[in-house]
Nanobody, 122 residues
């Protein structure tokens, strides 16, 4: 059974940095692992993803500020978030799946964590 547990969220001021972690248990060899976020009253949206081979893709507004990385030996994926903005405030979810297409879409992922809250004050 696959489980994803996020950590590292918190309350920071605009311009600060945070590093989110997602520890995965279960068989995830070859998986796609990504991050999504959901702000209050909005749909869950794609943030970043990384394939098993290391290919990455980012949502436009976070590109250049956020960096996704993974340690396949530890079954852990990270999201380094720099230059945070108030509009980055959301519940951040870790996700894993085996899609080869739709890697920026929710339906490309089979497993989800419960989320970690990131709040950025102005």
């Amino acid at each position: 059974q696959v489980q994803l547990v996020e950590s590292g969220g918190g309350l920071v001021q605009a311009g600060a940095s945070l590093r989110l972690s997602c520890a995965a248990s279960g068989l995830l060899s070859g998986s796609l692992m990504g991050w999504f976020r959901q702000a209050a009253g909005k749909d869950r949206e794609f943030v970043a993803t990384q394939t098993w081979s290391g290919y990455t893709e980012y949502e436009t507004t976070v590109s250049g500020r956020f960096t996704i990385s993974r340690d396949n030996n530890k079954n852990t994926v990270y999201l380094q978030m720099n230059s945070l903005r108030p509009e980055d405030t959301a519940l951040y979810y870790c996700a894993a799946g085996f899609a080869s297409t739709a890697i920026t879409k929710r339906w490309g992922y089979n497993y989800w964590g419960h989320g970690t809250q990131v709040t950025v004050s102005s």
